[in-house]
């Protein structure tokens, strides 16, 4: 089932590009966190929404919002994955599927597929947008309309 809008996201720790440990809580109370689940590392869609993302990069830091991308690669995809896209956010490694099953993004396609989820979580630790389509194109656009009215709010 996973975690529902109107829900707390409970605190987890997962290791970023860099094979730094990320923990969710040295954000909850200070950051907007928008919290994209993708399939895979440099595939045509997946790269398409990272790209989304680290064009309007800036726009989220200034409202005061955090982006996090989430998949099964391995640490050292994502840093290549980063570097090859000139990527300024976080990547977390969730080789295990811990966050996905946190969160409950269900898998697609007959469960081959890591499914495409984003979540955009405000400052107190509620989620406040949960969107889930495989479609990439149409993510960091809602995530970014979500933060622009928390951050007016």
Known sequence: MGLQLGDNISDFKSIDQNGTIFKSEDYIGKNILVIYFYPKDNTPGC?????????????FEELGAKVVGVSGDSVASHKK???????????????????????????NLFGLLPGRETFVIDKSGKIV??????????????ALKKVEEIAKS
């Open 47 to 59: 790269t398409k929404e990272a790209c989304d993302f680290r064009d309007e990069y800036q726009l």
């Open 81 to 107: 994955f980063a570097k090859r896209h000139k990527l300024p956010f976080t990547l977390l490694a969730d080789k295990n599927r811990k966050l996905r099953r946190l969160f409950g993004v269900e898998t």
């Open 129 to 142: 947008m949960r969107f889930n389509s495989m479609n990439a194109k149409n993510h960091m656009k809602k």
